[in-house]
């Protein structure tokens, strides 16, 4: 079975801090991806990279840097997060092009206060 | 660019069928996925389609018009675990990444 994992399930930091949220895959997969989920919103990408030490800009990167300096590990990193950071976020998986299946974590429930 | 349309909620009873539906419009069309989605959970995959038609798994169908733009996820025999939220989700344009829709929350009652 494929596993993705996150490093936490709930944070709680304070507005200007810098937080680190890791994604590790066991399945050797050559793409991962960071999404974020809020109410009435739904899923949107922040990150996505396809090899290590490659990144592509999803939807909103704005606020957010990512890193893939191992193939199983995909970092998301807040520099200094914000209060509109607050949210649900979700790490996926998938071993080649988005025509396989993605296999996300269990998220990282994160409040900036 | 993309969008992706679906209703926000729906509610039936266990027993009973019902149709998820979910309408885009994109200029390149690359494959659409369905995920499930418990409260708290992360996303399952549910079914893949790239070819017009009608995919069945088990008590889960989801069927595709690629030149009406649409799709939708029959499930039927509902019980109660069928409460989730389902997501459509398309291949971008550029074929590297997925746009989700805002997804379907389903209530099922007894």
């Known amino acids: 079975d494929v596993k993705v994992t996150q490093s936490s399930r709930y944070l709680v930091k304070r507005t200007g801090e810098k937080v680190f949220l890791e994604c590790v895959q066991d399945m050797d997969h050559e793409n991962m991806f960071w999404y974020r989920q809020d109410p009435g919103l739904g899923l949107r990408l922040i990150y996505f990279?396809?090899?290590?030490?490659?990144?592509e800009k999803g939807d909103i990167p704005e606020g957010y840097s990512v890193s893939r300096e191992k193939k199983e590990r995909f970092s998301l990193i807040l520099e200094s997060a914000s209060t509109n950071q607050t949210s649900m976020y979700l790490c996926?998986?998938?071993?080649?092009?988005?025509?396989?299946?993605?296999?996300f974590g269990p998220g990282t429930r994160l409040l900036v206060l | 660019g993309q969008n992706i349309d679906q209703p926000t909620e729906m509610t039936a009873t266990e027993g009973a069928i019902v149709q998820i539906n979910c309408t885009y419009q994109t200029s390149g069309f690359n494959g659409l996925f369905w995920y499930q989605q418990h409260a708290g959970e992360a996303p399952t995959f549910l079914s893949y389609n790239v070819l017009d038609g009608l995919e069945e798994k088990g008590r889960f169908s989801s069927f595709l018009s690629r030149s009406k733009g649409y799709s939708y996820l029959l499930l039927k025999e509902l019980q109660m675990k069928d409460s989730a939220s389902y997501l459509c989700a398309l291949i971008n344009q550029a074929g590297t990444a997925l746009i989700f829709g805002k997804g379907t929350t389903l209530s099922v009652s007894s």
């Open positions: 990279s396809y090899d290590v030490k490659m990144k």
């Open positions: 996926a998986s998938s071993f080649e092009r988005p025509q396989e299946t993605q296999y």
